[in-house]
């Protein structure tokens, strides 16, 4: 068993799409369009196969929160880039670009190297080894 693909709801399909592209070398799918209940996503894939939905319906809520806020449910997509060096790179590059850097990168008290950003829509993502 496998984990199909993790889906994300937001307003702004293309710039997320755009963002997943640019940054984790993703590749996505033909924009869906179902006019009928005003529905739209892409299905991005990553180098590993796994697989993110990207949705937008103008009748989902939007939650107000801020990045310093944690909730019950989705808590982060984690990446992982190979090295100590290249999660510093992308950061950095993530951060000159405009990004918001939550945390890191640092040495984690579990083993782990990581930095944690925020996308355009402001879901965590962790950059990892």
Do not use: C
């Not at 990207?54 to 449910?73: C, N, S, W, Y």
């Not at 890191?104 to 008290?109: F, L, N, Q, V």
């Amino acid at each position: 068993m496998k984990i199909e693909h993790i889906a994300i709801w937001t307003y702004q399909l293309e710039e997320l799409k755009a963002f997943y592209e640019r940054y984790f070398a993703a590749q996505a799918t033909a924009k869906y369009l179902n006019e009928k209940k005003h529905y739209q996503s892409y299905f991005l894939t990553f180098a590993s196969g796994a697989r993110l939905e990207l949705m937008q319906r103008p009748d989902v809520q939007i939650i107000h929160k801020t990045a310093q806020q944690e909730f019950l449910g989705y808590a982060h997509l984690a990446f992982a880039v190979g090295s100590a060096a290249a999660v510093d790179a992308l950061t950095a590059q993530l951060v000159a670009d405009g990004y918001a850097l939550i945390d890191g990168p640092r040495h984690t008290g579990d083993g782990y190297y990581e930095s944690v950003i925020l996308d355009p829509d402001g879901n965590r993502i962790e950059i990892t080894i």
